[in-house]
């Protein structure tokens, strides 16, 4: 069992690039963070949408690493937590690592389920260039390895805010590598 911080929430009603910094957010079971525009039972994804909107929504919760931040610092870029549109910045959790159906228990109350990895587009680039290539990495296998974080549905909902813990749970073997969600 993994023990880590969150370090940053965020939130945004409209389909931008980064999201605002807030001091909490309320995780609603279901649907996601109350009040951002990926919040809902579907899909809201706008490439997404448009494939099939009925889609169940397996990303309703956007979670990334503060160690990618730490790494990109390194290599010359500038962002903060919410920069890339997450919802929820963590230290300490291993999230590219875990297996999907992981369970992340938040704070008091809140259990977020691990579905899947983001898979960064293009518009990183106009964020800041150069940034995609450096978000997508290469494993020992040449195997393609997005570092953006991982997509989450809400199982327990809640207040979440910096300074709570991230506490895994692992589900029972056998354990599946978390593909794109």
């Known amino acids: 069992m993994d023990i880590g911080q969150v370090i940053a929430v965020a939130i945004d009603d409209k389909h931008r690039f980064s999201k605002r910094p807030v001091e909490k957010i309320r995780v609603l079971t279901g649907l996601g963070v109350e009040g951002d525009a990926h919040s809902g039972v579907t899909v809201k994804h706008r490439s997404r949408v448009r494939a099939d909107p009925s889609q169940p929504n397996l990303r309703q919760v956007h979670l990334i690493h503060a160690e990618l931040l730490d790494e990109l610092a390194d290599q010359g870029f500038d962002v903060d937590p ?46 800041q260039p150069g940034l995609l290539k450096t978000v997508l990495g290469k494993g020992p296998n040449g195997e393609l390895v997005r570092k953006t974080g991982v997509m989450t549905i809400v199982l327990k909902g809640g207040v979440v805010a910096p300074g709570d813990a991230v506490v895994v749970e692992l589900p029972v073997p056998p354990l599946i590598p978390l593909g794109v969600g």
């Open 82 to 127: 919410a920069d890339l549109g997450e919802n929820i910045t963590t230290r300490g959790v291993d999230l590219l690592g875990l297996p999907r159906g992981t369970v992340l228990k938040l704070g008091a109350d809140v259990e977020l389920e691990v579905t899947g990895l983001r898979n960064p587009c293009s518009q990183i680039d106009t964020f």
